[in-house]
Structure formats: C-alpha cells, structure tokens
C-alpha cells in the first residue's frame, strides 16, 4: 500500500496540487489540530464511498498515526478506490516536523 510522509505531503499542500485530501480522525480530535483536510471520520467512510470511488484524483488519508487511515485506505482499495496514500505517522508526524 502506498505512503507519503509529511514532508513530501507539504511539498503537495505548499504547490497547491489537486489531490482529496481525508482525515478520519474523530471532530473532537480535529478541533484539536488539523492541517486543512476535509473531516470523514473513519466511521462514515463507507457513506463516502461513491465520490471516492469516481475521482482519478490522488486521494491522502491521515489520522492521529497512521493506523486509522491505514484501515480506511485498505477499505477504500478494497472497493474500487485507486491511489489511495496513506500519511505515515500522521498529525503526530506532522506536528513533530512543522509544529502545531
């Protein structure tokens, strides 16, 4: 399964390139910190599933470390979903690399 880290995901975020970027952490967390991603908590992906399903977008998925994204971007592989990337270490990562 494919992943990005935090500093290749800034250089994307920094280009403004077109990619759907998820995170599925809960609001509580997002509320917290977040980095601009749209919210779907890991909960509600599969009522997202026809919109991801029908982009050729690149679509990034992070949480708090990288293990609820990794089980939505399995899901989303799992039913028809293409490049799906996984944030390694997710907003841990990227706090400890950029900040808050």
């Known amino acids: 399964m494919q992943v990005i880290d935090v500093q290749a995901l800034k250089k994307?975020?920094?280009?403004?390139e077109d990619f759907i970027f998820i995170d599925v952490r809960e609001p509580h967390e997002y509320e917290e910190a977040n980095i601009e991603a749209?919210?779907?908590?890991?909960?509600?992906?599969?009522?997202h599933l026809d919109e991801l399903q029908n982009t050729d977008k690149e679509i990034i998925i992070h949480c708090r470390s990288?293990?609820?994204?990794?089980?939505a971007q399995a899901f989303l592989l799992n039913n028809g979903c293409k490049n799906v990337i996984n944030v390694e270490g997710g907003i841990l990562a990227w706090k400890q690399a950029f900040g808050a």
Do not use: F, V
Request: glycine share 10%.
């Open 38 to 47: 749209r919210l779907i908590p890991l909960a509600t992906i599969p009522d």
């Open 66 to 71: 990288g293990a609820r994204s990794g089980q």
């Open 12 to 16: 994307k975020i920094d280009a403004k």
